[in-house]
């Protein structure tokens, strides 16, 4: 079945970097986009960056310039590098794709931006 794990949350300092991954499998992992949403706590989901199965990405433009997302066919992951981080980043982020028309979401993992 489909699954996806991500990982790579935790307590970072503004300014600092996190790299989250999100490893799949169950499906045809190399043809598929991969998108990253996040959301903030009181505040609804919002959309982070997306990658085609042919790598390219596009990003939020709140995350533009900050944000780096990046795909390894070999190992059926996505890797999101997040640098000069906000305390406004602070948010649960969960990587989903679509398979044959289905949406599936992987458990988030926190990322918390804060001194």
């Known amino acids: 079945q489909v699954q996806l794990v991500a990982s790579g949350g935790g307590l970072v300092q503004p300014g600092g970097s996190l790299r989250l991954s999100c490893a799949a499998s169950?499906?045809?992992?190399?043809?598929?986009?991969m998108s990253w949403y996040r959301q903030a706590p009181g505040k609804e989901r919002e959309f982070v960056a997306r990658?085609?199965?042919?790598?390219?990405?596009n990003y939020a433009e709140s995350v533009k310039g900050r944000f780096t997302l990046s795909r390894d066919n070999a190992r059926n992951t996505v890797y999101l590098q997040m640098n000069s981080l906000k305390a406004e980043d602070t948010a649960v982020y969960s990587c989903?794709?679509?398979?044959?028309?289905?949406?599936?979401w992987g458990k988030g993992t926190l990322v918390t931006v804060s001194s």
């Open positions: 989903n794709s679509q398979v044959r028309g289905v949406t599936y």
């Open positions: 169950g499906f045809a992992f190399s043809t598929s986009a």
């Open positions: 990658i085609t199965g042919s790598s390219n990405p």
